[in-house]
Every structure is written in C-alpha cells, then in structure tokens.
C-alpha cells in the first residue's frame, strides 16, 4: 500500500515537473514580450530557389529593424500548402507566389489588399501592376515578370521564322537534311499544356474568357467551345501529328528543353526558365516573340508574375505591410532575386539595372510586350485540364469540333 | 519493481502529454476537447491504478490508437462530406465577412499619402497607440488615435518626413511596433470623407471601407452603390437579388446532397461502370501478376541446387528498394513514342500511352516491375516455414514435382499469402501514385476530357474534386465514402472466403 501510494505520488509529479517547465517556456514566448524587446517576428514562405535569394535580404530587413525574420522553403504545392495553413492559423505573413493565385486566395480570404503610393506604382512594370489587380484591389508587389518567347538555334536557323508555316519550313528543311530529328519543341504531353499552347490559339482567334467593361476577364463569357476556338483548333490541328508533326505529343514538359539542347530540334517555345540549361549546354541562340499563323491575330503569350502577398491571417500583419510595400518595392531585392533565376524584374529601376549585363532580358520584354495577364480568377481552375486535354487530342488527330466542344461543355458545367 | 517504475514512467507520460495538449486546447476555448483529454486520461489512470480489469489492460493502448488514427479520421471525413468545405467555404462566416470588409478598403481617390510612426503614451508594450503622421507637401504632423486627428506642433521630423521624437509621446522602433501589430492594423483614425490607415510601419493612406457588414439585415452593403448580398446560409454566401454571389463564403452544412450529387451527376453515373471494371481489372492484375510472377521466381530459388541463390535475391529485390514514386516517373518516360527507351530498343514506335489497349497494359507492366520483388519477398519467407518433409513425404508416396507443388506447398502458401494478397488487392484498388505519375488517367477519348481509359475510382474521383473550381473537399469526402463501401465489401467478401479455406485446411 505505501508502495502504491509513493506510485501515485511519483505519478503526479512527474507531469507537474513536465508542466511547470512547458509553462515557464509558454510564459517567454506570450505574455511579456517586453521581456524579450524588439523581437517581433516576420515569416515569409517561398519556393526552395527564392527562399535561398531572399535570405540574406530577409537578415538585413531584420537588423535594420529590429526584428527576427524567418523564411521558409515550401518545395510543393505552394498555394494549397499556404491556404491551408492560413485557414488553421499556422500560415506565414509574407508568402511569394504567382499572380494567377489570387481569384482562389481572395475567396478563401487568405491575402489582403495592398496600399501602394503612386510613385511605387509608378515604378512597377504597367502590365506586371495590371496583373496583380483583381476586382479593382492590388493584391500585391510584383517583382518579377515571366511570358513565353521563341527561343532560337542561330546556328541551324539564323533568321527568325515571321509565321508559325515559316518556322515550319525552316524545321521540316531541317529535319530532312538530318540536321534536327524534330521540328518545333513545343511541350504537349499525353494530357496537352494550355499555358504553351496559348499564344498559338490566341493567334488562329481563340480566347479563354471575354474581358468585361473594366477589362477583367468574364468568366460568364467563355471562349472555349465556341465557333473561334473550333476555328482556331482546326489551324493547330494542321501542325498536328497528321498534320506537319511540328506539335507532337511525344514532346513533354521533362524532354521539350532538352530536344532543344541535345541540337534535336532548331526552336523551342519556352520561358525565363530554359535559358540556363541553354546556356549550359553552350547554344548560340537568340529569343524573339512567338510566330503566329500568316494572316492571323498576334501569337500573344500569357504574362506570369511573380508577387509578394502579404497573408490575412499572418501573425504580424503590420510588419508584413511593411516588408511588402515599403521594402519589396525597393530594386536591390529584385536584382538579388533575378541573380537567384533570371526572369525579368518587374520594377523598372531593377530591370533597368540588370539589363546592361543580360542582353536577353529586352528581348524576353520584347516577345513579352503583348502578353496579356494569365487570368487570375478562380475559374480559370476549370480550364487547364479539359483544355490541355482536348489540345493533346486535336494534336493525336481527334476531330476538333467534336473534341473542343465537348471541353467547352466541361468547363462551364464546372464553373456553373 | 522494474514494472512498477516502468508504469510509473508510462502513466507519467500519459499525464504529461495530457497537460501538453491542454495548454492549447485552453487557449483555443475548445472546451469539448479538453473534456475528452481530461476524461480519458482519467480512465487510463483509473484503469492502470486499479488491480482489476486485467483484459482491458492489454486492449486499451490498440484502442486507443485505432480510435485516433482510424476512427476518427473516418468520422472526420464522414463530417465533412455533409458539409461544402473546400475552396471559398474553408472558414466561419465571421471570417469571411472580415475578409469582405478588409478586401474592399481602398485608398480614397486623390488623397495623400503619409508618413507614419507608432507612438504610444505610455509603456511601449502596453500604453494606448497613436499615429503619429506628416504631411509630405506641408510637413504638418498630427496625431491620431480612434476617437480622430489632431495637429501637433512640437514634433523633430526625419528627412524621410517621419516623426522621430515628439513630446509627450514614445515613438516605437519597428521592433517594439512589430509586437504589436494586430492593434496597428485594426487602428484606423476616422477624418472626413474615410479613415487613416497604416499601410506597414512607416506609411499611412486614407483609406474607405467599400463593403459593410450590416448586422439587421445579414447582409453585405456596397457603401457607394447601396447594393446589398444577403447571407445565404444554405449555400454559405453572400448572394445579390440578381444572383451576384460574393467569392468569399463559409462553410455550412449541406445534408445529402453531395452524396446525391455523386449519384444524380451524369458525368459520374455515364462512365462509372466502365471505370469500375477496369479498377477491378487493374488492381486483379496488378495484385495477380505480382504475386504469379514473384512466387515463379521464390520457388525456383528455392531449390537448394541453385547456385548464388543470394545474389539472385538481391538483385531481384532491387526494384523494391528504389523509390516507386521516381520510377514511376523515369516508366512513364520509357513509355515515350518517339524519345522512349521501349520504342527505340525494340525498334517500333508504338503510341503506348495514347491507345487504351496499350496503355492499360503499359501500366500493368510498370505495376508487375514495381510489385513482384515484394511478392517474391514474402513467399520466399512463407516458403521457408513449409517443412521440406511434407514435401519428400509426398515423393515417396509418387507424387511428382508438379503434383507435390499443386496439392501440398501451393495450398500451404496461400493459407500465409491470402490475407497478404487481400490486403494488396484494396491497396491496388486504390493506387492513385500508379496512375497519376504515369498516364494520369489518359487516354482520354476526344468528347470527355474527364474519364480517361486507366482512370482508376480514386484518380477520376479526384478529378471530379479538385480539377474544376479548386478543391472541394466536402464533395471529395462523399465520393471517398463511396469508394470505401466498395472495397470495404470486397474485402469482407474475401476475408470470409479465406476463413473458410483455412478451415479446409487446417
């Protein structure tokens, strides 16, 4: 009996020990913060590349201000990764993202707006600013921007294709000389890519959504399945694999580059993002704008841009606006932030700084010029899959009528 | 002794991870949670304190993990599936109007933007806050506090226009006003025509609310245009009278009808069949394949005349060793028409991903690659505690090889293999890794872009949850359910079969 008894106090004790010291901890880390001054703490979540750019800026911010900076590489699924962690409190204050997050971000209330004076407007890129504005709000601090360009072995082909049927020319000359095996490397894959094929589509007359009074996209209107869409997929279809074979569905999004580095294939379309590996496999190329078809609309490719948002439910809300407006809009970061992976910033000082030592980033701004903002309401969740789906067909030989049509009618049946 | 110290430790634990979790569940007033943490550790201690209940002793620790990690996650997506949790529904409807108030504050057209610093009278921590803001044209500072502005004379402005030191006041660093940053955002200092907001720390703008809440009417006013969305808690929105909903929504609960969506939705109920046959198909074949193939291989290495038997077995459990989720990937890029190693070794150019036929076998083939080393694994083990005598018994007797494997090893085996293949059988029923690394669903015929050929249950399903408009998970859950009905019955069915076969045997 006594031994039960000591048992139990034993018993006792040992969580009471476990407990004072968890609340001692607790105590340092809420209640006084006077205790422990000046440590207000700011947390930014970015992709494994950007996380590593930002550190050293994010250090400086928290020296300068006297204030613990905390930056977070989330290697996956960013956007859901962020939103669900907002939604249970144990989201970031700063996340970087792609602008076309913002319809699902907004809806879920996991960004808020941002209050920029018209002179850091001013300093912004016009279309990049553009882009980060949803329902009249700018929902954050662009700094830098990314669109599609043609990119070019000078060595096969020196001149620039003017119409997608001179790139075409070129290519099948090419191939029948064996001096390529491909004409065009152009990712499509087994289920389509509708980021890669846009500017083609946009130039034979498609359109994802219509664009209201105000110039925000109409998700009312969709553009997909229409009588312009069947028009434009039936001139895609000509490049098809029954066609010219220059789109083909053998050519993914892990093989395009490489087709293009391996000397395989005298054009790529492809971002920012390729011109490492092109360098590194000591290419001679040159970028210019996407080639449409001869006769029709301008190939224009979607605008992509890389923002700042400052999160709703961050801890510190304040220090957050203030590292995203007053800090973010400064050209030193997004130098640094160019140096990590060279996409073109989206603050004119920064690109007007960097542009001297890259001779690509005109170029990349100038096939960019007309690239319209990738729609960042939420509906456009409904169009990637369908589309790049119907795309992967049409470019199989499926019938395109038939085949966009019946896209068309997925996507607005999930829109509702 | 030892056992007495070892459950003093253990319930001491138990107590602790107790007052762990407390601290949280306090915080968070979730008060049914603390009830639940305080009641069951007070049966685990009465139950381990007391001499009695021996049986539950031993049952409490397996039932308590299989309420928290089966249980309850299967209540928990039973609940959500009676709900419209997902992307524009994840929160309360007192977050969502936060978010629709703070989303539609915009900065008066025209207005000036000021320099701000925090200052408080009091102690930089705790005393009330004020903003202390210049004017960039006339350098004038005010300050300003919730009840309004007033000018302030006696101020030293920095050349960036912010006020560094004013009398009666104490400017917080960014450090100091960081700790308080709740209370700065909410501040807004009301002038005519809006109200002063920060925007950071050192920036301030006149900013005005678009959207109110009005709590008479449940509804959302725009300010300037007077139109009104009135909270429908049905559908967890702010909806206009001419149908305009807001985007920002909360969660409510809907009843069935996720589930009688499942039903009712052609674009489910059209090729489900179809769907269903070919997840039957493919998680027989793969589970079939798999274990034909690795018991073809355990039992030739059985034979003790085989030399390097080890070296053998360690190279056939390679492809188990290597990470199925990358080798997924690196098949379904062997798999490639033109750029493929398949096409180009044999010299074909089979379009293997983009027929069904060819598809559904490529699958199975990367399945049987990626499935028999286990296969082999297991019955080379299932192999080894067969006694060799029952074997030669069965020769002496004239049985042949053939005869002595049907009739005495194959039955043996598959009283061990039946509850493993079972088990293989659900999880390949439910391999969605298989498919969305490597085809992901397709091909998909030209007029549904929705169910493709090597769609499985569960990568069709979760197409129809997250590829349209964002996720929705309440939807996702219901479908889940479904899914679970079906291999739930299956496997019931096959369990009981197996009793039934090790009845015969036994």
New interface residues.
């Given amino acids: 009996m006594r031994?039960?008894a000591a048992?139990?106090v034993?018993?006792?004790t040992?969580?009471l020990l476990?407990?004072g010291c968890?609340?001692k901890d607790?105590s340092a880390t809420t209640d006084s913060?006077?205790a422990k001054?000046?440590?207000?703490?700011?947390v930014i979540w970015a992709d494994d590349k950007r996380a590593a750019a930002l550190k050293p800026f994010a250090d400086k911010f928290g020296t300068?201000?006297?204030?613990t900076v905390k930056i977070q590489a989330i290697s996956k699924d960013q956007q859901?990764t962020f939103?669900t962690a907002s939604?249970q409190g144990s989201g970031p204050d700063v996340m970087v993202g792609a602008h076309d997050w913002i319809?699902?971000l907004?809806?879920?209330?996991a960004i808020?707006?941002?209050?920029l004076?018209?002179e850091q407007k001013s300093g912004i890129a016009e279309n990049a600013l553009k882009a980060v504005t949803f329902?009249?709000?700018t929902y954050g601090v662009p700094y830098a921007t990314e669109n599609l360009a043609l990119i070019r072995n000078t060595e096969l082909a020196p001149e620039a294709p003017k119409t997608i049927e001179d790139l075409v020319s070129t290519g099948t000359a090419l191939k029948k000389d064996k001096k390529a095996s491909?004409i065009l490397a152009l990712q499509v894959g087994?289920?389509g890519d509708a980021y890669h094929l846009y500017p083609l589509y946009a130039s034979a007359g498609g359109y994802l959504f219509g664009t209201s009074a105000n110039g925000d996209y109409n998700a009312k209107d969709l553009g997909v399945g229409n009588a312009a869409s069947v028009a434009a997929f039936k001139k895609i279809a000509t490049l098809g694999e029954k066609g010219s074979g220059a789109l083909?569905?053998?050519?993914?999004s892990?093989?395009s580059i490489a087709?293009f580095t391996g000397k395989k294939s005298a054009f790529l379309i492809s971002g920012p993002w390729a011109i490492t590996d092109v360098k590194k496999a000591g290419i001679k190329y040159d970028i210019t704008g996407v080639p449409g078809f001869a006769g029709g609309k301008e190939a224009t490719p979607f605008l992509g841009v890389q923002t700042f948002y400052v999160a709703?439910k961050g801890?510190?809300?304040?220090?957050a606006?203030?590292?995203?407006?007053?800090y973010v809009t400064t050209p030193d970061l997004a130098v640094a932030l160019y140096n990590a992976e060279p996409r073109p910033p989206a603050l004119t000082a920064a690109f007007d700084q960097v542009k001297g030592s890259d001779p690509d980033l005109a170029k990349w701004q100038d096939a960019g010029k007309n690239a319209i903002p990738l729609p960042a309401i939420?509906?456009m969740?409904?169009i990637w899959?369908?589309f790049g789906?119907?795309e992967?067909?049409?470019i199989?030989g499926?019938?395109p009528a038939?085949?966009i049509e019946?896209?068309g009618k997925?996507i607005s049946?999930?829109?509702? | 002794m030892a056992g007495r110290i070892v459950k003093i430790v253990l319930l001491g634990l138990v107590v602790a991870i107790a007052v762990w979790a407390a601290f949280p569940l306090v915080a968070n007033e979730a008060w049914i949670g603390l009830a639940l943490v305080v009641v069951t550790t007070a049966v685990l201690l009465w139950l381990y304190l007391t001499p009695r209940h021996i049986p539950a002793k031993y049952l409490a620790p397996g039932t308590l993990l299989l309420i928290i990690f089966q249980i309850f996650p299967v209540i928990y997506t039973a609940s959500t599936a009676f709900t419209n949790y997902g992307d524009g529904h994840r929160g309360s409807k007192d977050e969502a109007v936060v978010a629709i108030q703070s989303a539609s504050v915009t900065q008066v057209p025209g207005s000036t933007q000021y320099a701000l610093s925090v200052a408080t009278t009091g102690d930089p921590a705790t005393g009330p806050l004020f903003f202390l803001i210049t004017d960039p044209a006339t350098k004038q500072v005010s300050v300003g506090d919730a009840d309004g502005l007033t000018k302030l004379d006696d101020a030293t402005v920095s050349s960036s226009g912010k006020v560094t030191a004013a009398k009666g006041y104490t400017v917080l660093n960014a450090g100091q006003a960081s700790l308080r940053s709740k209370e700065i955002t909410a501040l807004a200092v009301p002038v005519d025509g809006g109200a002063i907001r920060s925007s950071g720390l050192s920036r301030a703008y006149e900013g005005k609310a678009g959207r109110a809440y009005d709590q008479t009417c449940d509804c959302i006013k725009d300010t300037t245009t007077g139109k009104t969305w009135t909270a429908d808690e049905k559908a967890g929105a702010f909806i206009a009278a001419d149908g305009d909903r807001l985007t920002q929504g909360w969660k409510v609960g809907v009843g069935f009808s996720n589930f009688t969506r499942v039903i009712t939705d052609r674009s489910i109920s059209g090729p489900f069949l179809a769907t269903l046959i070919w997840n039957f198909a493919f998680a027989l074949g793969s589970t079939g394949g798999t274990f034909v193939l690795g018991m073809l291989v355990a039992v030739s290495l059985h034979s003790k005349r085989v030399r390097g038997r080890n070296l053998y077995r360690l190279i056939l459990v390679l492809p188990y060793a290597m990470p199925a989720f990358a080798m997924l990937l690196v098949w379904r890029d062997m798999f490639n028409t033109d750029f493929g190693l398949i096409n180009n070794l044999l010299g074909v150019h089979v379009d293997w991903l983009g027929e069904t036929t060819s598809a559904r076998i490529a699958v199975l083939l990367v399945q049987l690659w990626l499935g028999y080393p286990y296969m082999f694994l297991v019955t080379t083990g299932a192999l080894q505690a067969i006694p060799a005598e029952l074997s030669e018994a069965s020769r002496i007797d004239g049985a042949g090889a053939w005869q002595s494997f049907r009739r005495i090893v194959l039955p043996l085996l598959m009283v061990a293999l039946t509850p493993l293949l079972i088990s293989s059988f659900a999880f390949n029923f439910n391999n969605f890794n298989a498919i969305y690394l490597t085809t992901d669903g397709g091909p998909f015929p030209a007029d549904n872009p929705m169910n493709g050929a090597t769609d499985l249950l569960i990568t069709y399903t979760y197409r129809l949850a997250f590829g349209g408009s964002g996720a929705q998970y309440g939807y996702a859950a219901a479908i889940s359910i479904f899914i679970f009905l079906i291999v739930g019955t299956v496997s019931a069915i096959a369990f009981r079969r197996t009793r039934q076969q090790e009845e015969v045997y036994a």
């Avoid at chain 1, 606006?321 to 007053?326: L, P, R």
């Avoid at chain 1, 049946?413 to 509702?416: A, E």
Wanted: proline share 6%.
């Fill in positions: 031994i039960r048992g139990v034993a018993v006792l040992i969580p476990a407990a968890g609340s607790d913060p006077s001054a000046a440590t207000g703490e700011l300068e201000n006297g204030v859901t939103v939604q319809g699902n907004v809806q879920n209330g808020d707006p941002v209050q004076s018209t329902n009249g709000q491909e087994q289920n083909k569905r053998s050519i993914t892990d093989n087709t709703s801890k510190n809300k304040a220090l606006q203030e590292f995203v407006t007053n939420p509906e969740a409904a899959d369908p789906k119907a992967a067909a049409i199989g499926a019938d038939k085949t019946a896209a997925t049946g999930s829109i509702k």
